[in-house]
């Protein structure tokens, strides 16, 4: 039997809680998630939080604001996003490699602690999307601080603690306090060099110059071990 009028109305479409129809993707778009997700990689990294707008993503990729509200809802779930995409893929990296040198139940070399810590950031730089990461990573303390302090504790506390344990282990004549002070300049160096906002390519001498100077993993593992080593 045929719902009367007064029943259609009464029932109406599919509501959200807040009384609205649920949004759709919007027709005539064959662009991923994925894609969105690159393209604002790029923005941010270029201009930061504050000087990002989905605009100026939607012009990046070609595409309607109205798509990226549609996967996103606004900038700062975006940003959340784009940083845990590859923010997440670090940190497991760094879990893996711990678990690799702690598999024969012996305690790591610091040598071999700051590789397994650092490789995952580099292999990032071998491609322009994982370059334009790591320069977003490296201002996000120019972000809003609530945000940026939620996710990297989101993202790398457990792995930064294990690896923190880890040293002390290996580095029995240092305290805790004195560890992490170290592996916070650690990654305030690695951060500063992998992000391409360096002097290096303006610093090293004339007839040594080359674009994109390459950076040896040896001997940024050779420089911070030095300094993991050290006395108080």
């Known amino acids: 039997m045929t719902k009367s009028r007064s029943k259609m109305i009464e029932e109406g479409p599919a509501l959200t809680n807040k009384g609205r129809k649920r949004p759709g993707r919007p027709e005539g778009f064959t662009t991923s998630r994925e894609d969105i997700l690159d393209a604002a990689e790029i923005v941010f990294s270029e201009l930061g939080f504050s000087g990002t707008t989905l605009r100026k993503v939607a012009d990046k990729i070609g595409v309607t604001n109205a798509l990226i509200g549609y996967y996103f809802k606004n900038k700062e779930n975006l940003f959340r996003e784009v940083f845990l995409r590859k923010g997440t893929e670090i940190a497991t990296a ?29 292999r990032l730089r071998e491609s322009a999307q994982g370059r334009a990461f790591l320069r977003l990573h490296s201002r996000l303390h120019m972000e809003p601080e609530a945000l940026a302090f939620e ?8 792995t930064t603690r ?5 040293f002390l282990a290996a580095l029995p004549h240092l305290d805790a306090e004195s560890v992490y002070m170290r592996m ?43 300094g993991m080593h050290a006395s108080k």
């Open 94 to 122: 760094r879990a893996e490699g711990l678990k690799r040198l702690k598999a024969d139940n012996h305690v790591p070399s610091v040598a071999n602690l700051v590789r397994s810590f650092l490789e995952p950031s580099i």
């Open 151 to 158: 996710l990297r504790s989101q993202v790398y506390d457990t």
């Open 162 to 166: 294990a690896y923190a344990e880890a």
């Open 184 to 226: 916070s300049l650690m990654i305030g160096s690695y951060l500063y060099t992998f992000s391409d906002t360096n002097r290096l390519d303006e610093l090293v001498p004339q007839t040594n110059k080359r674009k994109n100077i390459n950076l040896d993993i040896e001997e940024i593992v050779a420089y911070v071990s030095a």
